[in-house]
């Protein structure tokens, strides 16, 4: 569990970050790339944002990893499920061969990655839901945005 927490450190989160954006532009186009860049900054700026309004503290029980800042929302729930949810809807729209596979892997590592922050201590479980929550919503948000300026190209 400390491995898939630390996906999204700031250091190997930043690499898997830049390999999705430029995965997909390899895959699709600049245009999908820009959805899924701009997918990606909002949440963790809107993250950050809630967190500095809320100022909820981290847990002080049971815990096996030490973080600092603030717990409300999981900024690594957000992030995996802004960076795999993107790749999941992107894939969702594709007719790649392993494409079922794929997203089934994708939506087993954005639930790790949120059961981790509570394993490892980091996070109460409403941080991970709202962490889910945020990114799905951005995600759903961005996508309609994008679709209808697509459209009016």
Known sequence: MVGITRLFDPT?????????????????????????ATTIFSGTLINHMIKAIVN????????????????FPSGHSATAMVV???????????????????????????????????????????????GWSLGLMIISGLDLIFDYIKKDR
């Not at 059961?115 to 490892?120: E, I, N, P």
């Open 56 to 71: 909820r503290p981290r847990p002080n029980v049971d815990i096996l990893l030490h973080y600092n800042g603030f717990s």
């Open 12 to 36: 190997l989160g930043a690499f898997i970050i830049t390999l999705t954006i430029l995965s997909v532009w390899y895959l699709t186009n600049r245009w999908r790339a820009l959805q899924v």
């Open 84 to 130: 795999f949810g993107s790749l999941f809807l992107f894939l969702s729209r594709s007719h790649y061969r392993w494409r079922t596979g794929l997203m089934i892997l994708l939506a087993i590592l954005i639930f790790l990655v949120g059961f981790s922050r509570l394993y490892v201590g980091a996070h109460y479980l409403s941080d991970v839901i709202a």
